[in-house]
């Protein structure tokens, strides 16, 4: 049962448009969503995250927006670069006691990729 | 001065092995975790400790075994290696503290451990 979904496996954008990442869950329970970036023989770095309690949270060229009762969230990068190539993991963060370990759950990734 | 190092980086075993991955890390983080990444490319949690205590343990094989000798190391070792084992395994740590404030920049990890059985 996978809580977190991206359903789209790959993105090609060109370099200087928009690039827009989406990702679905199904837990009502998660508090936090994050996004992460994973270069080739690397391990994902954290790149922007959103508290459940608010719909917008942007950071220079990077925006995340959540919609909550759609159970919906994306990233979006403006302008996209070459470097923004990689894979992105949605990811959601929750406490499944309260005072118990913080768990985070993955999407499966998208693989962007800006061409010139 | 990498922030989660995880050793070996590959592994290539025989069916039946007993094999361990170390991981370290110098953040001054009070929990680690592993996860892996199966063929499906889906990151899952197996196990994390906080301060040497167990406190998330998945549905995993008891064939798979965490170690923690001290809050900076959380190692995994493996028994009777299956083919069904090969993935990449990511340790990863983070401050609880920091989460439950909601300063959430998530998990740092480390570059992965690419894990084949033959």
């Known amino acids: 049962d996978q809580q977190v979904k991206q359903n789209s496996p790959s993105l090609s954008v060109q370099e200087g448009r928009i690039s827009i990442l989406n990702c679905d869950y199904t837990n009502s329970m998660f508090d936090y969503f994050l996004w992460y970036k994973k270069y080739p023989a690397e391990g994902p770095t954290f790149l922007i995250s959103i508290s459940s309690i608010k719909d917008k949270n942007e950071d220079g060229r990077f925006t995340v927006f959540l919609n909550k009762s759609a159970k919906h969230l994306s990233l979006h990068i403006v302008p996209s670069q070459p470097g923004d190539s990689a894979v992105y993991f949605c990811a959601a963060s929750f406490r499944p006691r309260l005072q118990g370990a913080q768990k985070l759950v993955f999407g499966q990734g998208t693989r962007l990729t800006i061409n010139p | ?118």
């Open chain 2, 1 to 118: 001065d990498t922030a989660v190092s995880q050793t070996p980086k590959y592994l290539v075993t025989q069916m039946g092995n007993d094999k361990s991955i170390k991981c370290e890390q110098n953040l001054g983080h009070d929990t680690m975790y592993w996860y892996k990444q199966d063929s499906k490319k889906f990151l899952k949690i197996m196990f994390s400790y906080n301060n040497k205590e167990l406190i998330i343990n998945e549905t995993v094989p008891n064939r798979f075994s965490p170690k923690s000798p001290d809050k900076a190391h959380l190692n995994l070792h493996i028994n009777s290696l299956e083919l069904g084992d090969s993935a990449v395994y990511f340790c990863a740590s983070s401050q609880d503290r920091l989460i439950r404030t909601g300063l959430h920049r998530g998990y740092t990890f480390g570059s992965g451990t690419r894990l084949t059985v033959v």
